[in-house]
């Protein structure tokens, strides 16, 4: 079965430290790759993307991520976080199935911000 | 900007109850989803839903669960007849197109059985 892992489930970092939050998919298909933010309370917000193309995608917040297809990994960075990333985020994969699409979320990754 | 939005945010039911929980997708969107997230697990994936019908749906999905879009503009997810295991933030998601665009997801409805 398709599978999207996210191997940390919980982060914690000091304020101005950098973060990587680790994503592995398993898919023997042409996969699209997504990185979502929630925070307390609100709903799921798009990070960032990667549909093909540069491997270093960059988004929003400061945010990016390297495609790494021999790893199968989709892996978050951020070089220096503040407090406010302080949040929930979810590695998820779009698959092709059947003509169809839908996403696969991982587990998530709590990463929790400390002055 | 656009955004997909539900309603209720937080909605309290007795088992046994049909809740309906409605979201209004952005207007120029061609797929709808619905997922939902029990407290502390992952989001799961629950149905899609293009051209007035459903394209695809998961295990989760079965006949205690129906979508419906009535009028071209809500869509809306009912569960017949809730059981305490259904308790879980649900959300909607549109998109323009189905492989390459991400979906857009609303604010969530949280879903109490008691």
């Known amino acids: 079965a398709q599978s999207v892992t996210q191997l940390d489930s919980q982060v914690p970092v000091f304020e101005e430290a950098p973060v990587e939050l680790r994503c592995n998919y398993s898919?023997?298909?042409?996969?699209?790759l997504f990185w979502y933010v929630q925070y307390p309370n609100q709903g799921l917000q798009l990070l960032l993307k990667?549909?093909?193309?540069?491997?270093l995608v960059k988004g929003i917040n400061g945010f990016e991520a390297e495609f790494n297809k021999s790893q199968t990994s989709f892996h978050l960075r951020k070089p220096s976080v503040h407090i406010s990333d302080t949040a929930e985020y979810f590695c998820?994969?779009?698959?092709?199935?059947?003509?169809?699409?839908?996403?696969?979320f991982g587990a998530g990754t709590r990463l929790a911000v400390h002055p | 900007e656009p955004e997909v939005t539900q309603t209720p945010s937080h909605q309290v039911t007795q088992m046994g109850q049909e809740v309906i929980l409605r979201c209004v997708p952005i207007?120029?969107?061609?797929?709808f989803y619905w997922y939902r997230q029990i407290l502390g697990q992952k989001v799961e994936f629950l149905v899609s839903?293009?051209?007035?019908?459903?394209?695809?749906k998961s295990e989760i999905f079965d006949d205690q669960f129906s979508v419906e879009r009535p009028d071209g503009s809500n869509f809306t997810l009912k569960i017949r007849s809730t059981k305490l295991e259904d308790s879980a933030m649900y959300f909607c998601?549109?998109?323009?197109?189905?492989?390459?665009?991400?979906?857009?997801f609303g604010q969530g409805t949280r879903l109490t059985v008691v």
């Open positions: 990667y549909l093909s193309g540069s491997t």
């Open positions: 998601a549109s998109g323009i197109l189905d492989l390459n665009t991400e979906a857009f």
């Open positions: 898919s023997s298909v042409s996969v699209y």
């Open positions: 998820a994969a779009k698959l092709f199935s059947g003509g169809y699409n839908k996403l696969i």
């Open positions: 207007s120029n969107h061609l797929y």
């Open positions: 839903f293009y051209n007035n019908e459903i394209s695809e």
